[in-house]
């Protein structure tokens, strides 16, 4: 049995980094397949077989944001069921996929539907997402940050005021995985941990919402606390992947049909090399 509750690891060899998905397996899949990290029958044939998949939240809600609708013929939430299961398969291989919370993750468990598309709106979509519902207690596994190494990996973005209040209370910064996982499995916030809820998780310069400006000189500060090389981060949405800084590489380009483009990236890092790999549809 693996550790449900997994939020670091160290060095490996290759790690693939997937932006938000918004509900479109098929393209996940897409990428996962021109990866060669599975194939066609959802077996794992990743090389080396310990390849770690990082999916950086934003699995969910599906409106579209242009009028192609059709694409839409499985329910937003069945990624969440599918990356569960894939990391069952990834582990048996000796491999994960490791799937982050996104800022619609928290929408959808205090009960904001309002980016949910028509088609994944159902009538019990409340109760699977409510703290201790079915799909929370699945979430409640998932970390908000999650550290490979010396390589970060949140939805928007950690600064250094996260860090300052986490050491205000002298804790790490995964005890953000611990408040979160509080709340879902038992629908509970301690008082000595509101600031670290109000500021760092649902605030809206907190580690799911942050679309800051970069700065330099306090990410530098940061990333030498953390013992850090690189930040990767999803949430805003770019063109292509870029390194801004050479310290942050924001991931999320728009793979969802919901943004109408035919083009998307993702990063596959071999022995170190972050290699930034395209894929086009016709």
């Avoid at 932006?19 to 029958?41: E, P």
């Avoid at 310069?205 to 999803?234: A, C, E, P």
């Avoid at 992947?241 to 071999?270: A, E, H, M, P």
């Amino acid at each position: 049995m693996y550790n449900e509750y997994l939020y670091e690891l160290p060095s490996h060899k290759r790690i693939i980094i997937i932006g938000d998905i918004h509900g479109d397996i098929r393209r996940f899949k897409n990428i996962l397949v021109k990866a060669n990290i599975i194939n066609n029958n959802l077996e794992w044939i990743a090389n080396p077989p310990e390849t770690i998949i990082l999916q950086l939240g934003d699995q969910i809600d599906s409106m579209n944001r242009m009028n192609n609708t059709e694409w839409e013929v499985l329910k937003d939430y069945e990624m969440i069921y599918f990356t569960e299961h894939l990391n069952i398969i990834a582990r048996a291989k000796g491999g994960y996929c490791i799937s982050l919370i996104g800022n619609h993750e928290l929408m959808n468990i205090i009960g904001d539907f309002s980016y949910v598309s028509k088609n994944s709106l159902t009538e019990n979509r409340a109760n699977l997402f409510k703290p201790k519902g079915q799909l929370a207690l699945i979430l409640a596994k998932r970390p908000l940050i999650f550290k490979i190494d010396d390589l970060l990996f949140c939805h928007a973005k950690l600064n250094i005021n996260h860090l300052n209040i986490l050491k205000k209370y002298n804790k790490s910064i995964f005890y953000i995985n611990d408040v979160w996982r509080n709340f879902l499995e038992n629908e509970k916030i301690n008082i000595e941990d509101k600031e670290i809820v109000d500021e760092i998780i649902i605030g809206s310069n907190g580690i799911l919402w942050n679309r800051q400006d970069n700065d330099v000189h306090s990410t530098n500060t940061l990333f030498k606390k953390l013992n850090i090389t690189y930040m990767f981060v999803g949430h805003t949405c770019c063109d292509k992947i870029i390194l801004k800084d050479n310290q942050i590489w924001y991931c999320d380009t728009g793979i969802s049909r919901v943004f109408g483009k035919n083009k998307y990236q993702y990063l596959d890092i071999k022995n170190i090399n972050i290699n930034i790999e395209s894929i086009c549809e016709d």
